[in-house]
Structures are given as structure tokens and as C-alpha cells.
Nanobody
Framework: VQLQASGGGMVQAGGSLKLSCVASGAIYNINSMGWYRQAPSKQREFVADITPGGTTKYADSVKERFTISRDNTKNTVYLQMDSLKPEDTAVYYC???????????????????YGQGTQVTVSS
């Protein structure tokens, strides 16, 4: 299963960006989809995630500013980021877990995958 993220860029403080991430491959089902981020010299941290039914969870640092959503028909997760701050600057990684079809579509294998990351830079 591959995850392809897009939508990063450079924006001034107070601005907005929307990230997208598409999962592809022989996917049987996707459970949670989410976003993590890693700033320079820091560990990767949780940002937000969403269940297939739409239940969301956010890191305290992004609550009320970021909105996660997903389109189950497109295996896609989004992250709308508003009121961006310089401290939001990081590489953002999408994540998804679920099951995919094995060889010959005869069995299922779990996956927990990350995308390649997209850079978000917020200037003051």
C-alpha cells in the first residue's frame, strides 16, 4: 500500500493550507487515517486522525485550527490547516492502517503505512 501526500508549501502566519493524501494498492479496507509531523531536530508527533465513521482526534496544539476529513470512496484523507503559526513548520506525513490483499487475492495482510511527507513552512 502506498500513500501519496500533497498540498504542502510556504505560507505566512495566519494563513491556510490544505493537505491531501491518497492511499493506493490492493486495499481491502482502511481503518484509521491520520497525519503526523516532524519539525527539524524534533521527534515525529501526532497531529490528527479519523476513523472510517468520521470520529476525529486532534493534538492539543492544533485543536480549533486544523480539521481532518476523509473520503472513503477515494481512500483519501485531508487536513485543512487554518490560522497557521510558525511552530506548525514541519514535514507532514500521512498515515493509514488496514488490510490489503495478498498474492492472488487469497489472503489479507495488515498494513500500517506512512506517506513520503510534504513540507509545510510558516513564516512570521
Amino acid at each position: 500500500v502506498q500513500l501519496q501526500a500533497s498540498g504542502g508549501g510556504m505560507v505566512q502566519a495566519g494563513g491556510s493550507l490544505k493537505l491531501s493524501c491518497v492511499a493506493s494498492g490492493a486495499i481491502y479496507n482502511i481503518n484509521s487515517m491520520g497525519w503526523y509531523r516532524q519539525a527539524p531536530s524534533k521527534q515525529r508527533e501526532f497531529v490528527a486522525d479519523i476513523t472510517p465513521g468520521g470520529t476525529t482526534k486532534y493534538a492539543d496544539s492544533v485543536k480549533e485550527r486544523f480539521t481532518i476529513s476523509r473520503d472513503n470512496t477515494k481512500n483519501t484523507v485531508y487536513l485543512q490547516m487554518d490560522s497557521l503559526k510558525p511552530e506548525d513548520t514541519a514535514v507532514y506525513y500521512c498515515n493509514a492502517d488496514g488490510q490489503y490483499y495478498g498474492t492472488g487475492f487469497s489472503y489479507l495482510t495488515p498494513f500500517d503505512s506512512y506517506g513520503q511527507g510534504t513540507q509545510v513552512t510558516v513564516s512570521s
